[in-house]
T-cell receptor
């Protein structure tokens, strides 16, 4: 079964600094990978997704992620943090089984704190 | 275009009571999902549906039932609520999870349920 590990339940960076949120996955088949963001008391919003077309994926709000098969990783980065980036971030995986819908498996989330 | 909506937004139940959570989507998506979110656990899949009239169990289905009588609606029922079901419940929908260009899930705003 597929699984996702997010390293660090809380990450704190200064405004303007690099944001790096780590995600490692386990999947027996080539995966579909996603990063979602959740602002307080809201639902989840898609930041970006990997679907095998390109290993470097650009998303909304200046975020990007790189798929590294050899490291089974899909880390999320942003060159310069903004106060509005403070939120909970979830990495998720769906195994590409070619049929049927079995939902997403989520990591436990990383709370991003931006220091002024 | 409202996207995915959920009712109610908040609910408090006593142990043993029953209730139904309603999810509606106006994007003509075939696939719909129910997740629960608990602190430090990420989101976990309860049940899902691949189309009108179909349902299937996810990762944590015990204590819940679902129905998909209409394509746009997905109901989650708790027949006899327990304190362990205190959680935030999210509904999601997607067009086609096997198609790279249309496989992201769109989430509703959530229902916060407390069982006393």
């Amino acid at each position: 079964a597929q699984s996702v590990t997010q390293l660090g339940s809380h990450v704190s960076v200064s405004e303007g600094a690099l944001v790096l949120l780590r995600c490692n996955y386990s999947s027996s088949v080539p995966p579909y990978l996603f990063w979602y963001v959740q602002y307080p008391n809201q639902g989840l919003q898609l930041l970006l997704k990997y679907t095998s077309a390109a290993t470097l994926v650009k998303g909304i709000n200046g975020f990007e992620a790189e798929f590294k098969k050899s490291e089974t990783s899909f880390h999320l980065t942003k060159p310069s943090a903004h106060m509005s980036d403070a939120a909970e971030y979830f990495c998720a995986v769906r195994a590409n089984r070619g049929g049927g819908a079995d939902g997403l498996t989520f990591g436990k989330g990383t709370h991003l704190i931006i220091q002024p | 275009n409202a996207g995915v909506t959920q009712t109610p937004k908040f609910r408090v139940l006593k142990t043993g009571q029953s209730m139904t959570l309603l999810c509606a989507q106006d994007m003509n998506h075939e696939y719909m999902y129910w997740y629960r979110q608990d602190p430090g656990m990420g989101l976990r899949l309860i049940h899902y549906s691949v189309g009108e009239g179909t349902t299937a169990k996810g990762e944590v289905p015990d204590g819940y039932n679902v129905s998909r009588l209409k394509k746009q609606n997905f109901l989650l029922g708790l027949e006899s609520a327990a304190p362990s079901q205190t959680s935030v419940y999210f509904c999601a929908s997607s067009h086609n999870p096997t198609a790279p260009s249309h496989n992201e899930q769109f989430f509703g705003p959530g229902t916060r349920l407390t069982v006393l």
